[in-house]
């Protein structure tokens, strides 16, 4: 049996048995995507109405939300006349008691395959399995195509999902580097982290794996100008100093401290 494929984790797609059902014009897609994000849940015609026009619907909106879905549905027919059994556009796009559901008997959306790898990751790390989590995470991370729904204009519920996906998508990342230096990977992980935390300057806990990573390859002085970067950011930006926990790296970094050089998980996590 076919599936309906559904990919946030960058540009939007969507395919029901290899075919692409993405229409491109601005609102469908945005409909699409927005009931992609439920499938198999129920989109009430309030949060389409609010997602559709941003506060400002027309007269008459769910008129224009029907016109929609027909044309929506006219798409995805010529891809359900090709499964077998075969199913119709109206049971793969169809109405519920207040609004409408996107979904097949088999749906699979790769933000659920990265959510579930993340999370036998992270529960492999707690267990001391930090090898295996690394290896966890790495394969959720690398479904990723861009920043979620990239190509898709999102506003209320739709960029509350995509700046939910891509905030999870860090702190994965996060989480992953932070495994990968108690196996003592920080010259491989300094490039990566010098391009993060160019990306995210006020981002705390990035700046402190790469204050540590650059300490371990032996540069000290670089270091020190990575905190320098870091709070000359939170001070010009935010208005505060950098926290409590960067500043005893920081103290750390400047008294040479041991505990910097400790093994696995002896150093404590930064």
């Known amino acids: 049996m076919s599936n309906l494929d559904i990919g946030l984790l960058g540009p939007f797609t969507a395919t029901v048995g290899g075919v692409s059902i993405v229409p491109s014009a601005s609102q469908q897609r ?12 129920e989109v009430s015609m309030a949060t389409i109405t609010d997602e559709l026009w941003e506060g400002c619907p027309p007269a008459g909106p769910s008129a224009a939300v029907q016109t929609y879905v027909k044309q929506l549905r006219q798409r995805i027919a010529p891809a359900a006349a090709r499964l077998s059994p075969g199913v119709s556009a109206k049971e793969i796009l169809a109405r519920g008691h207040g609004g409408y559901l996107l979904g097949m008997s088999r749906t699979r959306l790769d933000a659920d395959d990265f959510e579930d790898l993340v999370r036998q990751g992270n529960r492999a790390i707690a267990e001391g399995e930090d090898e295996r989590g690394v290896r966890l995470l790495s394969a959720g991370l690398g479904l990723w195509r861009g ?9 209320g519920a739709l960029l509350a999902e995509a700046l939910r996906l891509d905030e999870a998508r860090l702190t994965a990342v996060e989480n992953r580097i932070e495994a990968e230096l108690r196996l003592g990977r920080h010259s491989q992980l300094l490039s990566e982290l010098t391009a993060l935390t160019t990306l995210h300057p006020l981002q705390e806990s990035l700046h402190a794996h790469l204050i540590v990573a650059l300490y371990r390859s032996g540069r000290p002085s670089q270091a020190l100008e ?16 950098p926290s409590r926990r960067l500043q ?15 093994p696995v998980r002896a150093l404590v996590a930064f």
């Open 147 to 155: 920043q979620a729904l990239s190509d898709v204009r999102v506003s």
């Open 248 to 262: 005893e790296l920081h103290r750390w970094v400047l008294a040479d401290e041991p505990r910097l050089d400790a």
């Open 226 to 241: 990575a905190f320098r970067r870091l709070r000359e950011a939170t001070v010009g930006e935010l208005g505060i100093e």
């Open 30 to 41: 945005r409909l699409l995507a927005l009931l992609a994000t439920a499938a198999g849940r």
